[in-house]
């Protein structure tokens, strides 16, 4: 409870951002994604549902730089049981110039990953959008993620649900492999986590390349033979 370890936070700096609707864009995302909003009811060990988190205005702090207090706060842990796994903040003032804002989204690991960040991203922005230009379309709900639960309860009762079980039971009883990586130093056990982050902006030329060369297939492997053909000579008869 007293760590950060597990928070996932997305940044974005705004320029002229109507607050209005993106507070209204933001609950939007929640309704659309239940599961955000849940709290975690410890002695059940289960997810309870719960009301969503208003977008929150933070005025920046004099002399303080903008990056800097947005990292501290995305570095504040969450109390699971009473505030639930997501939070938005609206940072503004301070050292940011007239017009500009940081939205800093920082959500618990128990309920978001890297893959849910591009989707948690586009519905913001569309439902923001729709908002700002006076289009009041209602995304459809998502799939609660008690329905995706229910849905595995209920495969666990047919034959193929009690195939995949047993197939694992069998596979995790026996002694599993340990992957020996490289590092600098030995871990030590129960040492905390101090990861980095290294950032650095790629030329536009690089980036473009990669775009460019990402939907080219790979080229053909060369061809295998034996004898002369493997060597450059002519192929057998």
């Known amino acids: 409870p007293a760590s950060a370890t597990y928070n ?35 002695a059940a060990l289960c997810l309870a549902a719960g009301e969503p988190a208003a977008l929150e205005r933070v005025e920046l702090p004099k002399g303080m730089e903008p990056l800097d207090f947005a990292r501290r706060l995305a570095a504040r842990p969450f109390d699971l ?26 959500f618990h690991h128990l309920v978001f990953d890297g893959a849910s960040a591009a989707l948690a991203a586009e ?23 008690a329905d995706f639960a229910a849905w595995e309860r209920a495969l666990q ?3 193929a649900g009690r195939a995949q079980r047993d197939h694992w039971r069998i596979v995790l009883a026996r002694p599993l492999p340990v992957v020996d990586l490289p590092a600098d130093r030995p871990a030590q056990p129960g040492a905390a986590i101090d990861g980095q982050t290294v950032e650095r902006r790629l030329p536009a030329a690089t980036v473009q390349a990669a ?18 053909q493997a060597q450059g000579g002519p192929p057998p008869p």
């Open 8 to 42: 996932v936070p997305l940044a974005f700096r705004l320029d002229h951002v109507h607050s209005g609707a993106l507070a209204r864009a933001w609950r939007r995302l929640l309704d659309r994604h239940p599961i955000l909003t849940a709290r975690l009811d410890a």
């Open 123 to 145: 519905n913001l922005w569309r439902a923001y959008a729709d908002i700002a230009a006076g289009r009041e379309t209602q995304d459809q709900t998502g799939a609660d993620f």
């Open 157 to 159: 009762t047919t034959p």
């Open 81 to 106: 049981e009473r505030d639930g796994p997501s939070r938005a903040q609206l940072l503004h003032g301070g050292a940011l110039a007239e017009g500009q804002d940081i939205l800093l989204l920082t």
């Open 211 to 228: 775009r460019g060369g990402g939907g080219r297939p790979a080229p053909p492997p060369p061809p295998r033979g034996r004898g002369r």
